[in-house]
């Protein structure tokens, strides 16, 4: 935890006018700590965003700050040759007074700063299904003008993130080392998923063929880092962005899917709730169509519907692997909150699965 003292301190580094009033934590996120900053600039107050990077998951801070400021400059810059206004669309970042993207502070953790987003918001469970095709429409609209970005490949600020028989060797891993004792416990889960390790590398297997090329992706596409402005109902402004890096169009989709159709949370403890909505899925089907339909090639079109299952699949085989080796990763609040957001995930693969006709027949409609 930070005192008061301590995050003004950090703020100080950054070009901020004004007087500092308070940092309050803010949002939901697993990984990183976030604080919305409040300054009070000739009798106005205006908010700001800060963040700690989480060293531990990100063990190139300033690779990641490269890469967000590479993707936000050219995104900034696509927006000015359009004449948009700038002020919702892309996050700005803050500079240093060395006209550096984020700070060092004394106990070593890398801090960045930007414009707070006013007026619009993200959230947690998609409402209906115009915020749903509003959100998967934003998300398109990303890979979309990052196609064009120039310079080096951007670096994988987590490498093999969405290498899911990598993840499927951790999981195999974790079970064998049993750190926390808990394998016993959850042989169901684990059979679950090894009933379908088979499917996790039909996408790998396009790539390395030439069918679904590597694109610049987001690459952690819930619905919670989509801001959605609160008049228009519009999806505004991705956030989020330390794991935009190299991967697969088809990993943003399928987790839009997996994030986006369930009416439940994603550690809801109560099953029946949880599964995918269609209707939800046919909105975030048809958004992302609608902005990145244009260039996708046929293989990527034709797995659409797979990638939500592989992508939740996935997930839920990441929660276990944090459970079983005693909740290392992801921030829990509870006893066995790993274990229930595995169940919860795999609930969701269920729920597709027993829809992937009805998915299939859409994408034959469109």
Partial sequence: MY???????IASKFVIYGDFLVAVPFGSGHINDTYQLTYDQGGVRLHYTMQRI????????????????????????????ERIETKKRTLRLLRTYTNQPCVQDHRGNYWRAYVFVENARSYDVLENPKQAYMAAQAFGDFQCNLVDLPGPRLHETIPNFHNTPKRVEALEAAIKSDKAGRARQVRHEIDFIMKRREETEKLLKLNAEGSIPERITHNDTKVNNILIDDLTGEGICVIDLDTVMPGLALYDFGDMVR???????EDEVN???????????EALFRGFLSSAGGFLTPAERENLPFAGKLITLETAIRFLTDYLEGDVYFKTRRPHHNLDRCRNQLKIVESIE????EMKKLLKQA
Avoid: C, W
């Fill in 354 to 357: 027993s829809q992937m006709n």
């Fill in 271 to 281: 099953l029946e709730k949880v599964g995918m909505r269609f209707e939800m899925y």
């Fill in 54 to 81: 989480n060293h531990a998951v990100f063990h190139h801070p300033e690779q990641v700050m490269e890469n967000m400021d590479r993707v936000t400059r050219h995104l900034l810059n696509k927006i000015h040759a």
């Fill in 259 to 265: 994030a986006g159709t369930s009416a439940a949370e």
């Fill in 3 to 9: 005192t008061q003292d301590e995050l003004r301190d």
